[in-house]
C-alpha cells in the first residue's frame, strides 16, 4: 500500500515560518524524486520544488525561491520543505508527489505517480 503523508501545515502570520515533512511508505523511496505541490481555492495546482532521488539538485518556483527550502533524509523515507518569510499568497493546501527517477539528474513536475493527501497552510494576520 503506496502512502504518501503531508504534515506540518498550520496557520501562521505573514513573515512566519513553517517545516512541512512529506513521509513515504509501500514503494522503494530512494528510487522516486519526490516533488512539492500547492493548490489554493479557484487556481491550478502549482509545482512549488522538486528534489531527485539522491537529495540533490532542488527545483523552486520563481514565486518561492529564496524564501522555501527542500531537503530529503532517505533514511527516514522523508522529505521536508521549510518554509520562511511567508506570504498570504502562500496560502494553499500543500501536496507532495512521487515519481520514479530518470535518467537525468534534475527533479521535475510533470509525471508524477503518487500523492498524499496534502496539509493546509494559512497565511493571515
Known amino acids: 500500500q503506496v502512502q504518501l503523508v503531508e504534515s506540518g501545515g498550520g496557520l501562521v502570520q505573514p513573515g512566519g515560518s513553517l517545516r512541512l515533512s512529506c513521509v513515504g511508505s509501500?514503494?522503494?523511496?530512494?528510487?522516486?524524486?519526490i516533488a512539492w505541490f500547492r493548490q489554493s481555492p479557484g487556481k491550478e495546482r502549482e509545482g512549488v520544488s522538486c528534489?531527485?532521488?539522491?537529495?540533490?539538485?532542488?527545483r523552486y518556483a520563481d514565486s518561492v525561491k529564496d524564501r522555501f527550502t527542500i531537503s530529503r533524509e532517505n533514511a527516514k523515507n522523508t522529505v521536508y520543505l521549510e518554509l520562511i518569510n511567508l506570504k498570504p499568497e502562500d496560502t494553499a493546501v500543500y501536496y507532495c508527489a512521487a515519481k520514479r527517477r530518470q535518467p537525468l539528474k534534475f527533479c521535475g513536475f510533470i509525471g508524477t505517480e503518487y500523492w498524499g493527501r496534502g496539509t493546509q497552510v494559512t497565511v493571515s494576520s
Open positions: 509501500g514503494f522503494t523511496w530512494d528510487s522516486y524524486d
Open positions: 528534489i531527485n532521488s539522491r537529495g540533490a539538485n532542488p
